[in-house]
């Protein structure tokens, strides 16, 4: 449905908004059309006053932290975008840290870091907002997000509920956000009492393991592993390694990323994938399913 841009924005006119919004600058692949509209709350109270005026509207619409795990189609999306980039509150609560789902992972890490807070740092380098990170249960090398939570305060079926983190049903690139509508809000943390040094060290060690992965304009896996294997080494095997279609290639880095070295579109990127499963497939007998997800028509 297309949105009656100026009743929304009438009706919302206290809240920051950008017509003609383009997903390709506000995706980390750098790919994608337009919206007519995303909306900018600047607080949990304008972005549920948001989300229920767009509800009264029946208007579809798709919610955006960083745009870091997320493939929007070249036709662009025909809704509207909330975008959580001004909700970036972060509170320290003893050892716990309580923040708003825009603020991104470097900084609610830098600040947990200020007051002497870790046990988060595997998180380090991912380019996630805290929303973003939650919906996806992100993590690296073993570690995921949801099993630091706390709460999750969402809004749910017009309403704000506060979900313990056994209620978010967290498990390996599952959550139960993804299993209905619910927003993500804000969320608490836990973290533990360490010396800003041993923080710091520990950040540092976990970029540098990074440091290998693939540079360029990506989303990072664009595959989920398997109990017994790992999507990356799997594609490798079937020789996929370093694949162009038009703009986007295979990185002969870490055969899990998709890079956009200029000018992919999402139809390049949409031929890659359907490319890898068919040729995994039929020589491994194994069936990958996305991690990453879609924004739009395909
Ligand atoms: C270079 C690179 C490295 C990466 N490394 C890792 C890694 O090590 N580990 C890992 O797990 N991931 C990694 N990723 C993928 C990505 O960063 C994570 O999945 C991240 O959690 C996505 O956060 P985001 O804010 O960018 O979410 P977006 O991409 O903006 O959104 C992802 C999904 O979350 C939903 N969403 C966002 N905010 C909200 C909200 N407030 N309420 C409800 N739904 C919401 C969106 O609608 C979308 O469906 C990497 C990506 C890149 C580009």
Do not use: W
Request: proline letters at 3%.
């Amino acid at each position: 449905m297309k949105p009656n841009v100026r009743a929304l924005t009438g009706r919302l006119r206290h809240v920051p908004a950008v017509q003609d919004f383009l997903l390709s600058k506000n995706t980390t692949i750098g790919i994608g059309g337009r919206a007519p509209l995303a909306f900018y709350p600047r607080s949990c109270d304008e972005m549920c006053e948001v989300l229920a005026v767009l509800a009264e509207y029946d208007m579809p619409f798709q919610m955006l932290g960083n745009g870091s795990n997320v493939l929007a189609s070249d036709a662009g999306y025909s809704g509207v975008i909330v975008k959580t980039d001004n909700l970036t509150a972060i509170r320290a609560e003893g050892e716990i840290m309580a923040a708003e789902s825009g603020a991104s992972i470097a900084s609610i890490l830098a600040a947990a870091k200020e007051i002497g807070l870790g046990g988060l740092s595997f998180m380090a380098g991912i380019p996630a907002s805290l929303g973003g990170a939650l919906f996806m249960n992100a993590g690296a090398r073993g570690h995921y997000i949801g099993s630091e939570v706390v709460s999750v305060n969402v809004f749910e079926e017009g309403k704000i509920c506060i979900l313990s983190a056994k209620d978010c049903k967290f498990s390996y690139k599952h959550t139960r956000f993804m299993e209905n509508s619910s927003i993500i809000l804000s969320a608490r943390l836990r973290f533990r009492s360490q010396s800003p040094q041993a923080v710091s060290d520990e950040i540092q060690e976990t970029l540098a393991f990074r440091s290998a992965l693939p540079k360029g304009r990506s989303m990072g896996c664009v595959f989920k592993n398997g109990p017994s294997y790992s999507a990356g080494e799997l594609i490798d095997r079937v020789g996929l390694k370093g694949v162009r279609c038009g703009g986007a290639i295979v990185s002969s880095q870490h055969a899990n990323f998709i890079i956009n070295c200029g000018g992919a579109t999402s139809e390049d990127v949409m031929r890659l994938i359907c490319m890898i499963k068919e040729k995994v497939l039929s020589e491994t007998g194994v069936e990958l399913a996305e991690e990453i997800r879609y924004i739009g028509e395909f």
